[in-house]
């Protein structure tokens, strides 16, 4: 499946971003990872499409939310935004959210767009 995101740019700390991802095949679960400089790849949010449950790492909680269409797009809110969100976000895709934290999982990457948050 091939995965296409757009939505990146930047804004001050507390601002907002929508990220989209757009999968070329439907029915697939869509995750979004983040990686800044010199970090590794962690997961941000895991969205069913199939049965629309969401997950979250606890750095994003109550600020990124995660939604799709059931189909074959996701977007990821993002508001209250930290300087630490700083990174290139990543969309993946999968047939289900199980353990989506773990990177060797995901076999099916988009091309990842940056995300900067100034103070």
């Known amino acids: 499946v091939q995965l296409v995101e757009s939505g990146g740019g930047s804004v001050q700390a507390g601002g907002s971003l929508r990220l989209s991802c757009v999968a070329s095949?439907?029915?697939?679960?869509i995750a979004w990872f983040r990686q800044a400089p010199g970090e590794e790849r962690e997961g941000v949010s895991c969205v069913s499409v199939q049965d629309g449950s969401t997950y979250y790492a606890d750095s994003v909680k109550g600020r990124f939310t995660v939604s799709s269409n059931r189909k074959n797009t996701a977007w990821l809110q993002m508001n209250s935004l930290k300087p630490q969100d700083t990174a290139v976000y990543y969309c993946a895709a999968k047939a289900s959210c199980a353990g989506w934290r773990t990177l060797s999982r995901w076999r099916s990457w988009g091309q990842g767009t940056q995300v900067t948050v100034s103070s």
């Open positions: 095949l439907d029915d697939y679960a």
